[in-house]
């Protein structure tokens, strides 16, 4: 999908710098700035190593009638690798908070909706717990309190998270030499049928959207990939944060997820039983391509119902 967007750049506080993009639409982009500064917000956050075709059916919607932005985190899109190498889930929370604030500053000065993929799931969650004025109505897809959790794994690894920790810490200096056979496999077109072969990809899942997804992820820092899964480990998990929330929020589960188990997403949902529960039936962990235009329908819907955005624009014949 061309995607029409402008894409503005914030500093961090250590001086990286961190790409968002404003899709436009059909306006004119010398005049989209103020076309779109009155619309209701909707704010994107990736799993890890996503790429923006993830998103192209929730931003084909939207577009329509909203304001809506995606975010690269460090490594990844046009964002620059971190310039002190800290990929820690708080400096990711750190981004995400100054990409809110200028978000805000360039539209009608309302915090978005904040809608969230897999690892986003926990950046989302961090920053509620952190500012939650921040964040007045929040999306969850496919990504809970503890992802990765190693406890919820096929093959659960014994200490869980601690022990997982410590080996991506061990095995961080040998990154260099296996990232080119990586590289090797994820631009091979071994790729997807692979995907497709141990259940991680559904039948449904375009091939197109997969080939640019490994495409992206060959093109990223493999220290930058590795450094923030690490983080993702040393990290607490979130569950805390449950408790606290008091906004509009959506969950939605893909059946056959792989990654993120969904007992972990169920978990979720008990622990915030106010949510609105969603469960898309024959997709994965690619379910935002494999079930897309299903999800973008719940997620418009779900912003009507609790009065954040519009309904479906009228059409003209």
């Not at 990654?259 to 039983?273: I, K, Q, Y």
Request: hydrophobic share 40%; net charge neutral.
């Amino acid at each position: 999908m061309p995607y029409r967007r402008l894409t503005r750049f914030t500093a961090a506080p250590d001086g990286t710098r961190v790409a968002y993009h404003t899709h436009v639409g059909n306006a004119q982009e010398d005049e989209a700035e103020s076309v779109l500064s009155s619309r209701p917000g909707v704010l994107l956050t990736n799993g890890i190593g996503t790429t923006e075709n993830f998103w192209r059916h929730i931003i084909g919607d939207l577009e329509q009638d909203h304001r809506v932005v995606h975010w690269d985190y460090r490594g990844h899109g046009r964002s620059a690798v971190s310039s002190n190498g800290d990929y820690a889930l708080r400096v990711h929370v750190d981004d995400l908070e100054r990409v809110t604030e200028e978000m805000m500053a360039r539209g009608d000065g309302r915090p978005p909706h904040h809608v969230a993929f897999s690892m986003g799931v926990r950046v989302v969650l961090e920053l509620y717990r952190r500012r939650p004025e921040l964040v007045p109505a929040m999306t969850l897809i496919a990504g809970g309190p503890a992802t990765p959790d190693p406890s919820a794994w096929l093959l659960p690894v014994p200490g869980g998270r601690g022990t997982v920790a410590r080996s991506f810490q061990l095995l961080t200096p040998f990154v260099p030499l296996v990232a080119p056979v990586v590289h090797d496999l994820i631009s091979s077109r071994l790729a997807y049928p692979f995907g497709r072969l141990t259940g991680l990809l559904r039948a449904r899942a375009p091939r197109a959207d997969i080939v640019e997804l490994f495409k992206g992820l060959s093109r990223m820092d493999p220290r930058a990939f590795w450094m923030m899964m690490r983080g993702l480990m040393e990290s607490p998990p979130s569950w805390d944060v449950l408790p606290q929330v008091r906004v509009p929020t959506q969950i939605i589960a893909a059946k056959n997820d792989l990654m993120v188990p969904l007992s972990e997403l169920e978990r979720m949902r008990e622990g915030l039983p106010h949510a609105e529960w969603v469960l898309v039936e024959d997709a994965g962990h690619a379910g935002l391509v494999e079930a897309g235009t299903e999800i973008a329908e719940v997620v418009r819907a779900f912003r009507q119902v609790c009065g954040v955005g519009p309904a479906y624009p009228a059409h003209t014949s």
